[in-house]
């Protein structure tokens, strides 16, 4: 599909914002960890973001980060706490005028094995939103170990710890195998006791070079869906879940009469910068990805032109117009796009080859299985109330 670029750009600004909310950084590709469902190609390789790189992105981020909407900063990996106190302070100092007008907000995901007192100053002086990335108990975050395939349960936990000694509040990231789909509410309990502000439940994906492992099927992410649901309802409170937090704003929105304001949404092109300046748009998972036929999802170098400029010709790369056939077909033929809006552009390509394509396996276990199962539990209510 190559259409004429000029048809192109009403076409994306109908779909995109003009401005990112929110730009990932990747400072370096190495991460000290193996998890066995990982999906980065380059995780054992230690190519690390230079100074040239962070200034030119800083300085493209100031030219559309403002104070009434600024922009969050996502630093991702590989493991970004693996590059060391010393050499990310040096990627943060050109943000930092930025941060102290309140421009960017600097998040970090992380494995938090290597969390350290200088770390937790780190994260303090810069105000850093934190993520940390663990699947539940020991038993079920087995998957998670380290380059000799040692389980890095322990030292994830103590680097929650100095988190929490040091009041700097976090959030978790868990992935959902076939390890934990049948064990929702012993992750739930867990991730209440950790202390976390939200969590938030990835089911296992075929992505990058995770394309082998069995994934959760729909009737098993309904069924992990609903029993959540009623966990929340009987603990209420005490832990936000992202999903349900999402489905419960869609929900209120169109209640409140509202739908005209849910509508106009646009998504974030989401540009990710890897460490050589490299710009990737719509999902960071297609960073590092190898295909000719897509310029490898290429829009951009930070080195050579600034992410204004990248942005303002995304209509114009074929992965993007793709993308958009692909919405246009789930907004025809999807009974769910009124919540669902369609995304989630390295799903389609990695499971169905294209980006032109619509439903996913990502769609049906984590979209529509969340739907079906809130209609469930509400069946199941209304007849106990009869």
């Known amino acids: 599909m190559s259409l004429h670029p000029f048809s192109q750009r009403p076409r994306y600004s109908q779909w995109f914002t003009a401005k990112p909310q929110t730009v990932v950084v990747q400072p370096t590709t190495w991460c000290n960890l193996d998890c066995t469902y990982c999906y980065l190609p380059f995780r054992r390789l230690k190519h690390e973001m230079s100074a040239e790189v962070s200034d030119a992105l800083a300085e493209s981020v100031a030219a559309f980060a403002d104070g009434a909407h600024p922009i969050d900063i996502v630093w991702h990996g590989g493991e970004p706490l693996a590059l060391g106190p010393r050499k990310f302070t040096a990627l943060l100092t050109p943000f930092e005028e930025l941060r102290r007008v309140g421009r960017v907000h600097h998040y970090v995901q992380t494995n938090a094995t290597l969390i350290t007192e200088a770390w937790c100053e780190l994260l303090t002086r810069h105000e850093f939103r934190v993520g940390v990335s663990i699947d539940g108990p020991a038993a079920l975050n087995s998957q998670r170990v380290d380059l000799r395939g040692r389980p890095a349960f322990d030292r994830i936990v103590r680097g929650i710890d100095r988190l929490r000694v040091h009041d700097i509040p976090f959030s978790v990231i868990a992935v959902v195998g076939t390890d934990g789909i049948d064990h929702p509410e012993e992750l739930l309990d867990f991730m209440a006791g950790l202390g976390c502000r939200s969590v938030g439940f990835n089911m296992e994906e075929a992505e990058g ?64 910068v890897s460490w050589n300046g490299d710009v990737v748009l719509l999902s960071p998972e297609l960073a590092d990805t190898t295909d000719v036929g897509y310029g490898n999802f290429l829009a951009g170098s930070v080195l050579d032109r600034p992410l204004t400029d990248i942005l303002g010709g995304a209509h114009r790369l074929r992965y993007v117009q793709e993308f958009l056939a692909g919405l246009e077909g789930c907004r025809a033929g999807c009974e769910f796009f009124d919540f669902c809006r369609g995304a989630q552009a390295a799903n389609r390509y990695f499971e169905n080859g294209s980006l032109a394509t619509t439903e996913t396996n990502y769609c049906r276990v984590t979209r529509q299985a969340l739907v079906t199962a809130l209609s469930t539990v509400a069946a199941k209510e209304k007849e106990e109330t009869v």
């Open 209 to 272: 070079i995770n394309t082998d492992r069995q994934q959760p099927t729909p009737e098993q992410a309904e069924t992990f869906w609903r029993r959540t649901l009623e966990w929340s309802r009987c603990h209420a409170g005490e832990l936000e879940v992202r999903e349900l937090e999402y489905l419960g704003e869609y929900l209120r929105m169109i209640r409140a009469g509202q739908r005209v304001d849910w509508d106009r949404r646009r998504l974030d092109p989401i540009p990710t």
